[in-house]
């Protein structure tokens, strides 16, 4: 069975990722959506109300799962006997990052493979980042982010003001 990984923050998931995760289920017998954990920046969702916010948008994706993880990702990559690590490219900027990112994974096992999808024209710009300054100052993302999840945002940033 070929399994890919989609690593991420995912606070919150926007349609860039969703467009990442439809592509990619298309092309893998199952595709797990992997929540970091140990995430740098603090977040504003806990990894399980990101893990639910994902879970939520998956309707007709029989084949996705959500999971989290914590420490390394080939650690975690071996756990699920998985082949794949999926990563999306937005612009230029993201390239020098995963291309490292990519070569130490490669390193530590060079069976697994990481590809990268480049994103869609119209999601070129998003970012999780993006959605929370936007939304925080009262700006519309309709169209951004799953929709049955918009709610959601605003209510949660509403609780850190
Ligand atoms: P961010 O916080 O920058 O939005 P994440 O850590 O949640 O990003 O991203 C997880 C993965 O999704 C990364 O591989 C990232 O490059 C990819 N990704 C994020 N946004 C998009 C997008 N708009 N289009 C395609 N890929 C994306």
């Known amino acids: 069975m070929k399994i890919g990984v989609y690593p991420g923050s995912f606070d919150p998931v926007t349609e860039g990722h969703m467009d990442i ?4 289920a298309k092309m893998f017998d199952k595709v797990i959506v992997a929540v970091a954990r140990n995430y740098s920046k603090k977040p504003l969702f806990t990894a399980e109300e990101r893990m639910e916010l994902i879970q939520r948008s998956l309707q007709g994706l029989p ?3 959500v999971d ?3 420490g390394l990702l080939m650690d975690y990559i071996h756990s699920k006997d998985a082949q794949v690590i999926i990563k999306g490219l937005r612009a230029i900027s993201d390239f020098e990052y995963e291309f490292q990112m990519a070569l130490m994974n490669r390193k ?3 069976k ?8 869609s024209y119209k999601y070129s710009f ?9 939304a925080s100052l009262g700006g519309c993302i309709a169209g951004l982010v799953p929709e049955n999840i ?3 945002i605003y209510r949660k940033l509403k609780t850190i003001r």
Do not use: A
């Open 68 to 70: 989290s993880f914590e």
């Open 112 to 119: 697994v493979e990481t590809i990268f999808m480049m994103t």
């Open 63 to 65: 084949n996705v799962e």
């Open 21 to 24: 995760i439809k592509r990619s």
């Open 150 to 152: 918009i709610p959601d």
């Open 108 to 110: 530590l096992d060079s």
């Open 126 to 134: 998003l970012s999780s980042s993006m959605i929370k300054e936007v």
